[in-house]
């Protein structure tokens, strides 16, 4: 009979990193040893083999993760996580995890890849934040100058400082260092904080690939990446320099990808990303905005500033996103919003990182109650209590309507969300209720979309000349009558020249 045996195999097929004694069984190396400790501290794929037949990896690994994922987590108090994280949970009142959460930690902790899928707002954060830091804080290793050991990726500067202020908070009674790097501010402070050594480094995929060419970055330690709104990554263009960055990290790490929709772009990046990854998906698309009452108002592209004040001064109204399509509408809404005696802020992407993270804390703080912001910004909001969302404009691609409207609604709360429809926007219309898989309902009793044809406007033309009518009556010219040119009219009115 063999002893519970532990091991672990990493991409190339070699095990490594083995504590105890080195055994050759059934074509892999294992360890003998009866330590829990042991068996957690493995990071990628581990296994336990207590059968004095042999086994092979996958049937072993297949028994693991039917055993993870057949007995789901109902509090946190089931997992069993450090001292400092138990009490941090304790103090922010956490105790029943959301679906994600119960789905994915207890397979993280296991050291397993993470494919997770969820709409926003379901604590996709805590779901990788909370197995990161119990690693750490057991092993509580030293920090590296310029070498940390999670890497958690974001496409935004504003999704970058949620992560950041999170693990702040699940970490709060751990002594590990924590680096934000993001565009649109000086690196100075960033370069600095990555000298004195981070344990984790939250970033943006620009910045990070400027630091990682001057040198101050260096990925050959990493043990854990995390790849957070992967699908946004995408749709913002990131898909470059992701393949970049993967390039560089180490074969020997664990990967925990995160994102709210899975196309098949996503699924190819997570299959060249992921080794035999646990698949988590708690987002089936026709019920991921049950909690949010929807409707669509038809308006002429003219009434779409007055209908918008109307709404906002209804009793009911007390914290608001307006989603724009562009930066300059967000500029003018805000503009005229304020003429009209709105509290009101605009954020998108020309707004400088300083300015950005001054609203978001006014907004929070309710010293704004209307916020006006781009695409850009939409999964970087990560605020209680909004009531509505308003789409003044409808949003390109149909999936950032979900992303737009889930501003609202977080947490279980209910939530409204209000889309401003014009006539020549009900194709835009159709293809968001085809991904949502449900029609949203028309306001007032107004008429459905395809009812409202687009008018062309007048074109044009050279006008024709007035038509009489022949003797006949028929409509038309008469046969053979020629209109005279204008230069044959110029000509009959000269006078005659006397000869």
């Known amino acids: 009979m063999l002893l519970p045996t532990i091991g672990r195999v990493d991409r190339s097929g070699k095990s490594h990193r083995v504590l105890g004694e080195r055994i050759e069984f059934c074509g892999f190396l294992f360890v003998q040893s009866s330590s829990q400790d042991a068996l957690r501290s493995c990071r990628t794929h581990h296994y336990c083999a207590n059968s004095d037949s042999p086994l092979s990896l996958s049937t072993v690994l297949k028994r693991r993760r039917t055993n993870i994922l057949g007995n789901p987590l109902k509090t946190f108090n089931e997992l069993d996580l450090i001292e400092p994280l138990q009490r941090a949970l304790s103090e922010e009142n956490y105790d029943t995890p959301t679906a994600i959460q119960a789905q994915t930690i207890p397979a993280a902790l296991q050291?397993?890849?993470?494919?997770?899928?969820?709409?926003?707002?379901?604590?996709?954060?805590?779901?990788?934040?909370?197995?990161?830091?119990?690693?750490?804080?057991?092993?509580?290793?030293?920090?590296?100058?310029?070498?940390?050991?999670?890497?958690?990726?974001?496409?935004?500067?504003?999704?970058?400082?949620?992560?950041?202020?999170?693990?702040?908070?699940?970490?709060?009674?751990?002594?590990?260092r924590k680096a934000l790097v993001f565009g649109g501010v000086n690196q100075h402070s960033q370069v600095k904080s990555l000298n004195r050594g981070a344990h984790i480094l939250v970033a943006t995929p620009g910045r990070l690939l400027d630091l990682m060419n001057q040198g101050h970055i260096d990925l050959q330690r990493l043990e854990t990446f995390v790849l957070d709104e992967a699908d946004r990554m995408l749709d913002m263009g990131f898909l470059p320099d992701l393949k970049r960055i993967i390039r560089c990290l180490p074969d020997d790490r664990q990967s925990l990808f995160f994102s709210a929709t899975l196309p098949q772009k996503i699924v190819q990046l997570s299959e060249s990303l992921l080794v035999d990854p646990v698949s988590v998906n708690v987002t089936p698309k026709s019920k991921s905005v049950d909690k949010i009452s929807q409707q669509v108002l038809l308006v002429g592209r003219g009434q779409k500033q007055s209908l918008l004040q109307e709404i906002l001064g209804g009793d009911d109204v007390q914290r608001v996103i307006v989603f724009t399509r562009t930066k300059r509408t967000a500029n003018i809404l805000e503009k005229k919003l304020k003429q009209s005696g709105a509290n009101v802020a605009a954020i998108h992407g020309n707004k400088s990182q300083h300015a950005r993270t001054r609203v978001l804390d006014a907004f929070r703080r309710d010293r704004v109650q209307v916020l006006v912001a781009t695409d850009v910004a939409a999964r970087g909001?990560?605020?209680?209590?909004?009531?509505?969302?308003?789409?003044?404009?409808?949003?390109?691609?149909?999936?950032?309507y979900i992303h737009r409207i889930g501003r609202t609604?977080?947490?279980?709360?209910?939530?409204?969300?209000?889309?401003?429809?014009?006539?020549?926007?009900?194709?835009?219309?159709?293809?968001?209720?085809?991904?949502?898989?449900?029609?949203?309902?028309?306001?007032?009793?107004?008429?459905?979309?395809?009812?409202?044809?687009?008018?062309?406007?007048?074109?044009?033309?050279?006008?024709?000349?007035?038509?009489?009518?022949?003797?006949?009556?028929?409509?038309?010219?008469?046969p053979g009558r020629k209109r005279k040119s204008r230069q044959q009219q110029r000509n009959r009115r000269k006078p005659a020249v006397a000869r």
């Not at 909001?381 to 149909?398: A, E, K, Q, R, Y």
């Not at 209000?418 to 968001?432: G, K, M, V």
């Open 111 to 176: 050291g397993f890849d993470i494919l997770g899928c969820a709409q926003t707002g379901t604590g996709k954060t805590a779901a990788f934040a909370l197995p990161i830091l119990d690693e750490l804080g057991r092993n509580n290793p030293r920090a590296i100058p310029n070498q940390p050991f999670v890497l958690v990726l974001a496409p935004t500067r504003e999704l970058a400082i949620q992560i950041g202020a999170s693990f702040e908070t699940y970490g709060q009674n751990l002594k590990l």
């Open 409 to 478: 609604g977080r947490a279980g709360a209910d939530g409204i969300a209000i889309t401003f429809c014009t006539s020549d926007q009900r194709n835009e219309l159709r293809a968001i209720e085809r991904l949502i898989g449900i029609k949203l309902p028309i306001a007032n009793d107004q008429k459905e979309p395809q009812a409202m044809e687009r008018r062309r406007p007048p074109t044009k033309s050279r006008r024709q000349p007035t038509v009489t009518s022949n003797r006949a009556g028929s409509s038309g010219e008469a």
């Open 381 to 400: 909001i990560d605020v209680d209590g909004i009531t509505h969302v308003i789409n003044f404009d409808l949003p390109t691609d149909p999936e950032s």
